[in-house]
């Protein structure tokens, strides 16, 4: 069974400061990993994916998450963090033959000016 | 023009009454889905439609019915609303079924008094 897990709910970052939003997963076989952004009273926006290839994926807004099968993580990153960053930010996997994308439990990330 | 778009943004009605979300997409996508979040956040699906036949249908109570009309429109109706109804629904599209590249509705926030 697919699972994903974001540990923290809550990440409080400075304005130009890096930031970081932490996923782990759990899949059958390889997973094909997703990261959402959703802004208030707004739908969820797709930032990026990773199903094959280089570990480090580069998606939108400045955003990069890199994949690390041993620690089975997929973490997101951003080099300096923008106010407008603020939003609530999910990770998602899909494991091979699965039919539908399982979501995790979102972090709110605030960007402190 | 709004890719994904569902109707209506707010609904407030009473316990047992019977209610519809609409929603509909202009992006051509061949599949099409409804999502439930919770007050924390949880996002989980509940229905995929691809080419109007059902491919996902997880563990919903029987009051929940979609249709899908054409590959363009998939709506939720819920008979018989209880409080633990009270949500955000979120219509979403993709592509084709194993796309993970969601698109997603702004959401309907239903209320049950």
């Known amino acids: 069974a697919q699972s994903v897990a974001q540990p923290e709910d809550q990440v409080n970052v400075a304005e130009g400061n890096p930031l970081t939003v932490k996923c782990t997963y759990s899949v059958s076989g390889n997973p094909y990993l997703f990261w959402y952004v959703q802004y208030p009273n707004r739908g969820l926006q797709f930032l990026l994916k990773y199903i094959t290839g280089d570990n480090l994926v580069k998606g939108s807004y400045g955003f990069e998450a890199e994949f690390n099968k041993s620690q089975t993580s997929f973490h997101l990153k951003k080099p300096s963090a923008l106010v407008s960053d603020s939003a609530l930010y999910f990770c998602?996997?899909?494991?091979?033959?699965?039919?539908?994308?399982?979501f995790g439990t979102g972090t709110r990330l605030t960007v402190i000016p | 023009d709004t890719a994904v778009s569902q109707t209506p943004k707010y609904l407030v009605t009473q316990m047992g009454n019977d209610k519809s979300i609409k929603c509909e997409q202009n992006l051509g996508h061949d599949t099409m889905y409804w999502y439930k979040q919770d007050s924390k956040k949880f996002l989980k699906i509940m229905f995929s439609?691809?080419?109007?036949?059902?491919?996902i249908n997880e563990t919903v109570p029987n009051r929940f019915s979609p249709k899908s009309p054409d590959k363009a429109h998939l709506n939720l109706h819920i008979n018989s609303l209880e409080l633990g109804d009270s949500a955000v629904y979120f219509c979403a599209s993709s592509l084709r079924q194993y796309n993970e590249k969601l698109f997603f509705g702004s959401g309907t926030q239903l209320s049950v008094l």
């Open positions: 998602a996997v899909r494991e091979t033959g699965a039919n539908n994308l399982f």
């Open positions: 439609y691809n080419n109007k036949e059902l491919i």
